[in-house]
């Protein structure tokens, strides 16, 4: 475990654009002329107070340039809204795609930031006449609306997480025909995917994402790669990471560093045989 000092972000995350895309990723910048390899995702591909997160590791394994594309909360929308980030992922030797909950994206139930996915901006009209008694002004984040809608009625909750589910099938697949290079999905999360998604578990990361979901998308890419943090890996905690006394609590719930070189143990072979054809 390291700390810097109280009230500093403890890490550089070099933060640097991609073509002309507005948003902010962790550098430092890595030129897309060239191979290279896209990783997209939320906050565990960006790897807050990871000094080497997976992307890096890889890197470093493969001898190819990592382009980091996560950030926190990103959802499909914010992948799919951005044609300057689609064009640079366009160019790319290889691109994986950590996949992202259900909840972070535009529906027929309500409409998300077009960036910042995990932000409530409104509710649809069909929403607010399946919850009448909600009062949607309540709400300024996605998880703390699902949690209030699901203590209010479990039965409703159902139609609305299934709404979820087929628009996440639709959304992702629209974005992988939108990838033109070789794609490798993967599930980087406490739990191997399952068919349950209990609906009192909001907690859950990729929420409501299920394995026949992830496998309705196989055909459209070149793999899809599943690791679950070891005994080992979980016992780490905070170990290696890098942040403030601040910023303690926000860092014992990232996965660990030792969890990132899983994952990249994991994702090298099927990275190598791309880029090997």
């Not at 500093?8 to 390899?37: M, N, Q, V, W």
């Amino acid at each position: 475990m390291s700390y810097d000092q109280p009230g500093r972000g403890g890490l550089d995350y070099f933060p640097c654009r991609y073509g002309r895309s507005k948003t902010l990723f962790r550098g430092p910048k890595r030129r897309t002329e060239g191979a290279f390899i896209a990783y997209l995702g939320g906050a565990e591909t960006y790897g807050r107070f990871i000094a080497h997160p997976y992307p890096a590791i890889l890197e470093e394994r493969l001898g190819v340039p990592a382009v980091n594309l996560g950030w926190a909360n990103a959802g499909v929308d914010a992948f799919l809204g951005d044609p300057d980030l689609l064009q640079v992922v366009g160019q790319a030797r290889a691109a994986v795609i950590r996949l992202p909950g259900a909840q972070n994206m535009s529906n027929r139930f309500y409409s998300v930031h077009p960036r910042r996915n995990d932000r409530f901006l409104q509710a649809s009209t069909l929403l607010q006449t399946v919850y009448r008694e909600v009062d949607f002004t309540e709400f300024h984040f996605t998880r703390h609306l699902l949690t209030a809608l699901r203590e209010c009625s479990s039965d409703r909750f159902v139609m609305l997480r299934e709404e979820l589910q087929a628009a996440w099938v639709a959304r992702m697949g629209q974005l992988l025909d939108r990838i033109p290079v070789p794609v490798l999905l993967l599930w980087f999360a406490d739990a191997a995917p399952s068919d349950v998604t209990p609906a009192e578990d909001l907690d859950a990361d990729p929420l409501f994402v299920t394995a026949g979901m992830i496998e309705a998308l196989r055909p459209r890419v070149n793999g899809v790669v599943t690791v679950v943090p070891s005994d080992d890996a979980r016992a780490e905690g905070t170990r290696g990471m890098v942040f403030s006394a601040l910023e303690a609590p926000a860092a014992a719930e990232q996965l660990s560093s030792a969890a990132h070189g899983e994952v990249a143990a994991a994702l090298a072979p099927a990275l190598k045989e791309i880029l090997e054809r």
